[in-house]
């Protein structure tokens, strides 16, 4: 079936507890103090030899809270001691400033200048205040946790002047040894990279990008992570009756997901209007992402992905069959069973969208308990149907299926069927590359040689030697000519 065009969308676009706020960031998600009287207050005390942590007194939020202001400084005593007064004597500048003008803007760019006194804790704080918002939910996840874990306390402290490709890549090797996985140590080294790059940009090229000419470390294959691989269709078969045995909501979800390769919060997705009884298909149009508190519903991942897909009739019949039982269950709660509402929800009137993380827990359990492989994942059922669909479809009709932007990602995610291995030994047995002499049908032999005979040179020369032969003829012709004149035969 062919992809649907992009409308907007009129369903709700967010079921349960939804947080859009940042983490606190200095001046960003806080009132500007209001307590700028008199000398700015403020510490220094040692953390560890040579390391020295600065401390200012910026005042009280609205809320009451004490903020400060903190620099990591490494040296000596006096020179945290001068970082403090440079720090007091900035915020003394700021005293100047009108109650009437000060924004959360300004006070942003007083608290974070764009100079050799960056860190890099400084440069992710403007991104998070300015452009954090334009990723994805996910991604704006995963990047608070690689920043609160492993940089803000570490490399973050450092100033982007002081920072050079030797030590940027002294931390990802760093990362690498505290067990970190390549995936993650490439994540970290993107926000560091973006961060940076965002302070160049700010200070108009006055910053550095130290992250620009640093290199990852290598992963042997030992230590890579086995790759996703699309399971047989005996271990299918052996998950789709184990996922049976645990309920019948989670048995429908991993049937919907081997049948049509969508991806796992496509089709956590879906709502009870998307499913055609009469044609079929299902409609995907939608997809979930985690957040604080809860999953939002967004478009999905790209405009390839909103498509219509045909399904087969057994999983229609498990679709119908779990429809009957999420009725009764909502006639005995009291509640009609939204019609818009999700299929694969918890609640009895289906209005809550399921929460993501769930199906790929008890998936977990599932392969355990139907003897599968670990390299088996939910998203290798994608695989599954990639390389079952490769015989039957071409890659084309494959990248409007499975809802890829691209009809490369048809051959990424198709695998090699083991079993089909022996099409090409068969064939190769077959050719005459791998027959003997006796099996070869020969020319026949020319000229004075016997049956059993072979020129010097073997066959693939004899057209070779009557050309030579055919040309030193025609010349002493010619030359016979030019000595004689026509017809001369001397």
Known sequence: ?????????????????????????????????????????????????????????????????????????????????????????????????????????????????????????????????????????????????????????????????????????????????????????????AVLHR????????????????????????????????????????????????????DQRIGAYVRVVAATGARRAEVAALRWSDVDWEGGVLTIDESLVVVKGG??????????SIRVIAVDGATMDELRAFRAERAVIADRFEVALDPDGFVFSTEPDAAVAPYLDNFTRVFSDVRVAAGVADDVHLHSLRHFQSTELDPVISEAQKQTRLGWSTVQMARHYTDGVPAKDGAPRSHWRRSSVTRGPQDHCDPPVIGSHSQNSRPRGGWLTLPIRRRWGAARRRSRARWRVLRCGVGCRS
Request: proline share 6%; aromatic share 6%.
């Open 1 to 189: 079936m062919g992809s649907i065009p992009t409308e907007p969308t009129t369903k709700p676009q967010f079921r349960g507890y939804q947080s859009d706020s940042p983490l606190v960031t200095l001046g960003s998600s806080q009132q500007p103090s209001q307590q700028f009287r008199g000398e700015v207050a403020g510490n220094v005390r040692e953390k560890r030899p040579g390391v020295w942590e600065v401390r200012v007194f910026l005042g009280r939020d609205g809320d009451g809270k004490v903020r400060h202001l903190s620099r990591t400084v490494r040296g000596t005593k006096r020179e945290a001691q001068r970082e403090l007064k440079r720090l007091s004597a900035d915020i003394e500048r700021q005293r100047s400033i009108t109650e009437d003008t000060i924004d959360r803007e300004q006070v942003n760019l007083s608290f974070g200048t764009w100079d050799e006194t960056t860190t890099v804790n400084d440069a992710i704080n403007g991104w998070r205040s300015n452009g954090w918002e334009d990723l994805s939910p996910s991604t704006t996840r995963r990047y608070q946790s690689l920043w609160r874990v492993h940089i803000r306390d570490s490399i973050g402290l450092r100033r982007i002047v002081d920072l050079g490709p030797y030590e940027v890549e002294q931390f990802l090797r760093q990362l690498k040894r505290d067990g970190l996985g390549e995936a993650s140590v490439h994540q970290a080294r």
């Open 195 to 246: 961060a940076c790059r965002l302070a160049r940009k700010w200070s108009n090229n006055h910053l550095p990008n130290p992250i620009t000419d640093t290199e990852m470390p290598d992963w042997s294959l030992d230590e890579q992570p086995q790759a996703v691989r699309a399971p047989s269709v005996q271990e299918v078969r052996a998950l789709l009756q184990a996922a049976r045995n645990v």
């Open 295 to 304: 999953v939002k519903v967004k478009r999905p991942k790209t405009r390839k």
